[in-house]
């Protein structure tokens, strides 16, 4: 793609948008290692001193990050996320603009702990559907997830389980759940083997980890979720009013 030299809009800003629209379109992918000045000076046909304005005002908007010796890297995808908000993954990565995924690791039927049993309000000998997944933003793994929901009250839920679907989505449709309030508790720990496999990490590197409890619009509770995001790319925010 040519730059417009015609245009009144300066040509370093021209490929600054262009740049950015191939960043948002995936040709140029989180992570991936940018064309040199001369490769970019070849590919959009403009000077090395534009694509070097071009660079260094991405790098300071935190498109780009340059490492040393190495080159210049499109900079990994940051999830923000509004801390108290009610919505699914799904839902809130949809609402953002990018494109969810999962990857389901197990979907098992297992008895209550005494945890799960006073957390969920079930009884001791309940069955709950333990889901273990991988949640994904644009195929980047984001969210190892752990998840516990009651079957006495979604009964078969299993079976609507799918990479593809949301949860709250199978919840509202299939068992009229109508979600109102959760409740997280965060803290940040090292990540072990499995969760550095999992959000391709490395050992030990640190993790949120976001306790959750969800609940209906009669404040009964859900489900539990054992949620897991690498620090380096998450960011949670608080709104409050005075009322």
């Known amino acids: 793609m040519k730059l417009n030299h015609s245009s009144s809009i300066p040509l370093y800003a021209q490929l600054k948008d262009i740049i950015k629209a191939e960043i948002s379109n995936g040709h140029y992918k989180h992570n991936q290692q940018l064309p040199t000045e001369v490769e970019l000076c070849d590919i959009y046909g403009v000077s090395r001193i534009t694509a070097r304005r071009a660079i260094s005002d991405l790098v300071e908007e935190g498109y780009l990050t340059r490492q040393q010796g190495k080159g210049t890297f499109v900079k990994e995808k940051i999830l923000k996320r509004e801390l108290i908000s009610v919505n699914g993954f799904s839902e809130h990565i949809i609402q953002s603009g990018e494109k969810p995924n999962s990857q389901i690791l197990s979907c098992d039927v297992v008895e209550a702990t005494s945890q799960l049993t006073d957390l969920l309000h079930v009884n001791g000998d309940s069955p709950l559907l333990q889901l273990k997944r991988i949640l994904y933003i644009d195929d980047e793994p984001f969210v190892l997830e752990i998840a516990h929901y009651p079957l006495e009250r979604f009964h078969n839920l299993q079976e609507y389980i799918t990479q593809s679907t949301s949860t709250y989505e199978i919840l509202s449709k299939k068992y009229n759940v109508t979600f109102s309030s959760n409740t997280k508790t965060i803290n940040v720990i090292l990540a072990d083997s499995d969760q550095s ?43 409050s009013t005075n009322k």
């Open 197 to 239: 496999k999992y959000l391709k990490c490395d050992l030990g590197q640190p993790l949120y980890f976001i306790e959750k409890i969800a609940y209906d619009i009669n404040h009964v509770p859900v489900h539990t979720s054992s949620l897991f995001l690498r620090a380096d790319r998450a960011k949670f925010t608080v709104n």
